[in-house]
């Protein structure tokens, strides 16, 4: 015969029913919740259009600074890889470090306090 069950779908948080999904979700059951309805779905839909029309103008911005990059990456690469080695500068001899002196520890007050800040 076969496993004819079907596999139970795992619901989470977002497949919940409330109150407002299920108003937001029935069909409308007169003309004027048909043209309220319709009102908001046109309002939603101008503003996906408008988020789309804002995230198509950081994309092209984005391409625009990523061809930027990538050019100065390729300026780079030929700047460094095919150039011939520059011969070490006889310049400056190696520098000398400063000895330290060790001071004295200051002597500590009795009974210091500890400053707090709020």
Do not use: C
């Amino acid at each position: 015969m076969g496993s004819d069950k079907k596999t139970a779908r795992t619901r989470g948080l977002r497949d919940v029913a409330t109150v407002q999904t299920r108003l937001t979700h029935a069909a409308p059951s007169n003309r004027t919740q048909a043209v309220s309805r319709f009102a908001r779905l046109e309002n939603e839909r101008s503003r996906l259009l408008r988020e789309l029309e804002a995230w198509s103008a950081r994309q092209a911005e984005a391409e625009r600074m990523l061809a930027k990059v990538d050019e100065e990456l390729s300026a780079m690469r030929v700047m460094l890889l095919d150039a011939p080695p520059s011969p070490p500068s006889a310049g400056s001899p190696p520098r000398r470090r400063r000895v330290r002196q060790e001071a004295a520890p200051e002597p500590v007050a009795a009974h210091a306090h500890a400053l707090i800040e709020y």
